[in-house]
């Protein structure tokens, strides 16, 4: 058993939508209620939510957005470029990793509403992600190819390589 596999298998992580693998490990217990919520919010929301997120060389988290911020913090394996487009235009691409001497840091927030997408050049990078108010996949909107290159036509290429 390889070293990716074990991982799954000792951190019990299953497919995830957008790429990759994952396990939730956090959801509060405390709840937000609608009322408290604005707009961009339908129905209630855990206090925060946490997951393990696993990807591959050949597996890619695919460009998508969610409604609220999310927290990614780097544990182990190699630096994955974590790709962004505001919702203004704007493209940044950051490395994930913990070689702070070479410009990569070991937490990065993503803002609510950005489009983002992941991927790891080497083996493999477990990382985590946490959420709030917590997720839902109410939240969750997976870009398609075609109707995201027409909003950015300048950052085809990108987006071509990080969607399905």
């Known amino acids: 058993m390889n070293t990716i596999d074990r991982i799954i298998k ?22 937000i209620s609608s009322n408290n919520l604005d ?4 129905g ?6 946490c997951i393990y997120y696993l990807l591959t060389r050949n597996v890619f988290s695919a460009f998508h957005r ?22 203004e ?15 990569e840091i070991p937490q990065f927030v993503v803002p609510g509403g950005y489009w983002f997408a992941a991927a790891v050049e ?3 990078s477990l990382v985590g992600c946490t959420v709030s108010p917590g997720f839902d996949f109410k939240d969750f909107e997976l ?19 990080l969607t399905r």
């Not at 927290?71 to 487009?85: D, E, N």
């Open 10 to 31: 000792s951190l019990n992580l299953i497919p995830h939508p957008e790429g990759g693998f994952y396990r939730e490990t956090y959801r509060s217990k405390e709840i």
């Open 39 to 42: 707009s961009r919010f339908k």
């Open 44 to 49: 209630e929301r855990n206090f925060s939510t």
């Open 66 to 87: 969610i409604r609220q911020d999310e927290i990614w913090h780097f544990y182990g394996g190699f630096p994955l470029s974590l790709h962004l487009i505001s919702p």
């Open 89 to 103: 235009g704007r493209y940044s691409k950051i490395i994930i990793g913990n070689d702070i001497e070479n410009n």
């Open 122 to 124: 080497s083996d493999y």
């Open 143 to 161: 870009a398609k190819r075609e109707e995201l290159i027409s909003q950015f036509p300048q950052f085809s290429d990108i987006i071509s390589q």
